[in-house]
């Protein structure tokens, strides 16, 4: 069933509502395939790797969840599950990495204040749907259409609550430009900016249409706004809505990305927040980059070789010392049991420093060319290594070094491990 | 996740190549002595931040104004670039400004607040993300955006490698 639904939204004959609660249902499903799979990796924790975000969200998403929306309000958890899928990888909008980076920006939330506030999360949640519950409820089915539509740049608020859809879904709604929902969405609320996910681009003349019809067919990069109830209705101004509905979108998504602005609302006190983060940023990487210039380093293990991927498939069980130095180096290691490493790496040094330059050129290069150079790296640190510390039990070790690693149940702690 | 999850082609993974690559470079051509003067450490320093800088702009896959910006200003000196940025700033700043030129061809902007008394801090933000002189506040925030996370996995990877290299 769940591959099931892809093919089911690709025959055309089915409505578009139909579509929609298919869709849902899937969602549902998945999320609870997911829930169990990742209900005890809640730990991996704010600061690891991006797919480690990805858990800890989901993680502190379901417990939060849990907690304060057990009163059985379907639509908020509706709205949640949407959000858990939004990892989902492969949505390919115009801000992809934009989009994990929503998922680590949102790790924060649940990680950072801890489990116990699941307010903050549902202050979050309902943020994003700013409408009551009840008309959330009709909305969250009517957008889901509208997701295939404005996949570059849509509005946060939408973004947050309906990028379910996974990349097969979304590339085959994005060619049509189909505004059944819009219309369907004008009649339910008043002040409901979803409006803008619409506004991609603009022709200043043609865009104020008050009877903008549905479409099937694909349209040429017109986008049609329409005018709310009560509002001017001349293209300045719905120009200038149109901006300022993009510039309000750009700082909620501003908003989670910088960690505590929860609470501040208005331009201004936001504008500060970023400024003083980015001032914040920038001085931590010069006071880092200072420190690295007052730092000797010992390991003289040469780069190149770090990243070949090449190297990877064929290296591991015979020459795990490399591999997990890489892999480490990139997802803050646990370098409390890291100092038997360095000794074997120094000793290998020298053999590695020889196969470094065909390393570095083979790199690019297809895997079955890189079998021969591979070889000659194992055979040669492995002598190497085992001149040094021929236990088998230290390989044992090195391999429970892995697991721990890459389980991520380290890396919670960010960086000041006391040895 | 396994153990080959390590997304080769992530902008972690790509910067943390470059900026190794960067830093063994850099070490091997003066390596530290123990009786460096502060004026050394200080050179190395800012060859290190510059090269930081370089690799993060580098990395990027789209090529970002901010991205673009930092890799132009590592590379052209000051003085032709003070003529560039007087350009830019009074293209984007003509309908809003004045410009009061002040001793020395040094050029003082003075931003008229427009929309809502956000001067101030809009050129503050403009200040801080770099090439962020000739924007409106649209592409601004969302050039801020991605300016942000690159500079997160920036700091992530430089703070790891710092630790790496102090345990001794």
Redesign the interface.
Known sequence: MNRALPEILQCSDMTVLERQRARLKWQQEQFQQHQQESYFSELSGVFSSQTGHVQGFRQGDLMSCGGAAGGGDSVLSDVVMTRQLKPDPGLETAWPELGKVDMGAMGFGPCGYGNGQSFDMNQAISRTSSCPPAVAAAEVKGNLEKMGLAVERDSLKKRKVEKLQNSKVVAEDDSKRIKASEEEESKITGPNTRKSSNNKKETYGDTSKENSKVSDVQKPDYIHVRARRGQATDSHSLAERVRREKISERMKYLQDLVPGCNKITGKAGMLDEIINYVQSLQRQVEFLSMKLATVNPRLNFDIDNLYAKDVFPYCTTNFPTVGNMAQELANHPPYVQFNPFQQVVSGCGVEMGINSTEMALQRTISAPVSIPDTSFLNTSCFTGMQQIQPSAAWDAELQNLYNVAFTGSIEGSDLKMEM | ????????S????RF??RF??A??EI?ARKP?A?SSSPRE??Q??R???DA??TSMAYSVR?RRTWSKATLWRLRTPSHRRRLASFGRRSSLNKTRTTTTASHRGAVVVQITSRG???GV??E??RE??PGGEAMD??NL??E??????C??T???????????????
């Open positions: 996740m396994d153990l080959h999850n390590l997304n080769p992530s902008l972690k993974s943390t190549t190794l690559r830093l063994t070490n530290i123990s450490i200080f190395r320093y060859r290190i931040k930081a800088d789209s809502g008394g956000l801090q809009l503050e933000l801080l993300v506040l649209c925030l969302d801020t955006a991605h300016y942000i996370k500079l997160t920036q700091v992530q990877v430089m703070r790891t490698i710092a630790n790496l290299y102090s345990l001794e």
